[in-house]
C-alpha cells in the first residue's frame, strides 16, 4: 500500500477512476458546468454473460459518475447512500459507452444525484438515481 501524499495524489487506487490501480477501469472523468461524464470500453474481463457487459459494473459506472461531479465540484467525497438503477439494453464487450452524471438537487450534505449510460447509437443502456451524502 502507498503512503498517502499531497492532494493530487489522493485517492490513485480508486477502483473506478484510479490511475495507479492496475486492476481498476482507469475512468477519465470530465467536468462540464452541469455535470461530468467519461468514456469507457468494456473489454472481456468485464463480461457477465456472453459479450455483455455485467450489470454490477455498469452500476459501478453510473455511481462514480455521479459522486465525482460532486468531489470535482467541492473538494469533498460524496458517499452513496442509496442508488436504483434501471437496465434497458445490454452493453457489448468492445461497445464505446458514455456515462453521464449530475446533481438535481442539493440540501445541506445530502445530494440527489442523476445518470445514464449512453451507446453510440443513442439508445440509453441504462439509468440512475442516487441519494449521496458528502462527507462534511
Same mark, same amino acid.
Given at each position: !500500500? #502507498?503512503?498517502?501524499?499531497?492532494?493530487?495524489?489522493?485517492? /490513485?487506487?480508486?477502483?473506478?477512476?484510479? $490511475?495507479?490501480?492496475?486492476?481498476?477501469?482507469? +475512468?477519465?472523468?470530465? +467536468? /462540464?458546468?452541469?455535470?461530468?461524464y467519461a468514456w469507457f @470500453?468494456?473489454? $472481456?474481463?468485464? #463480461?457477465? =454473460?456472453?459479450?455483455?457487459?455485467?450489470?454490477g459494473l455498469i452500476s /459501478? +459506472?453510473?455511481?462514480? @459518475?455521479?459522486?465525482?461531479?460532486? =468531489?470535482?465540484?467541492?473538494?469533498?467525497?460524496? =458517499?452513496?447512500?442509496? *442508488?436504483?438503477?434501471?437496465?434497458?439494453?445490454? @452493453?457489448? *464487450?468492445?461497445? %464505446? *459507452? $458514455?456515462?453521464?452524471?449530475?446533481?438535481?438537487?442539493?440540501?445541506?450534505?445530502? =445530494?440527489?444525484?442523476?445518470?445514464?449510460? /449512453? %451507446?453510440?447509437?443513442?439508445?440509453?443502456?441504462? #439509468?440512475?438515481?442516487? %441519494? !449521496?451524502?458528502?462527507? $462534511?
Open positions: !500500500m #502507498e503512503p498517502t501524499g499531497p492532494m493530487e495524489d489522493r485517492n /490513485t487506487w480508486c477502483f473506478v477512476c484510479g $490511475k495507479k490501480n492496475p486492476h481498476g477501469l482507469h +475512468l477519465d472523468m470530465h +467536468l /462540464t458546468e452541469d455535470g461530468c @470500453v468494456p473489454q $472481456k474481463q468485464h #463480461e457477465s =454473460y456472453d459479450d455483455r457487459m455485467h450489470g /459501478t +459506472l453510473l455511481d462514480e @459518475v455521479m459522486g465525482d461531479f460532486i =468531489y470535482q465540484k467541492t473538494g469533498i467525497p460524496a =458517499y452513496t447512500a442509496r *442508488i436504483e438503477v434501471r437496465f434497458r439494453h445490454p @452493453v457489448r *464487450i468492445g461497445e %464505446k *459507452i $458514455k456515462i453521464e452524471g449530475n446533481v438535481v438537487h442539493h440540501r445541506g450534505r445530502l =445530494y440527489e444525484t442523476m445518470g445514464r449510460i /449512453t %451507446k453510440e447509437d443513442g439508445s440509453i443502456a441504462a #439509468e440512475a438515481t442516487a %441519494k !449521496m451524502m458528502s462527507a $462534511k
